[in-house]
Nanobody
Framework: QVQLMESGGGSVQAGGSLRLSCAAS???????MGWFRQAPGKEREVVAT??????YYADPVKGRFTISQDNAKNTLYLQMNSLKPEDTAMYYC????????????????WGQGTQVTVSS
C-alpha cells in the first residue's frame, strides 16, 4: 500500500512559480507517477507523468512545468513556472503500478490534493 501526500500549493500572481512536492510512504520505484489537476466544474485532467522510460506533459503546460522525482527520498515534484490563471486548480499526485496512461481512472493511489490559485 502506498500513501501519497502533496504539499507546496498556494496563491501566486500570474507569471509566478510554485513547486509542488509529493511524498510517498513507500518505494514507488518502477511505478508511473503523475500529477493531475481538477478545476471547479471540470473533469480531472493529467498534467504530467514520469516513469523510468520518460516523461509526458499535457499540451497546456509544456515548456512551463517540469516533473521530476527523487527515488532516494520517495518524493515526486512538479516545478511550475510562468503560471497562468487557467492553472488554478486542485493538484493531485497519483501512482500507478505499471506503465503510464493519461486517464485518471487507471491510477491506484492518490494524495489528498493541494490547491494552486493563480491571480491575474
Amino acid at each position: 500500500q502506498v500513501q501519497l501526500m502533496e504539499s507546496g500549493g498556494g496563491s501566486v500572481q500570474a507569471g509566478g512559480s510554485l513547486r509542488l512536492s509529493c511524498a510517498a510512504s513507500g518505494s514507488t520505484y518502477g511505478y508511473c507517477m503523475g500529477w493531475f489537476r481538477q478545476a471547479p466544474g471540470k473533469e480531472r485532467e493529467v498534467v504530467a507523468t514520469i516513469i523510468t522510460t520518460g516523461t509526458y506533459y499535457a499540451d497546456p503546460v509544456k515548456g512551463r512545468f517540469t516533473i521530476s522525482q527523487d527515488n532516494a527520498k520517495n518524493t515526486l515534484y512538479l516545478q511550475m513556472n510562468s503560471l497562468k490563471p487557467e492553472d488554478t486548480a486542485m493538484y493531485y499526485c497519483a501512482a500507478r503500478r505499471t506503465f503510464c496512461v493519461q486517464s485518471y481512472g487507471y491510477y491506484n493511489y492518490w494524495g489528498q490534493g493541494t490547491q494552486v490559485t493563480v491571480s491575474s
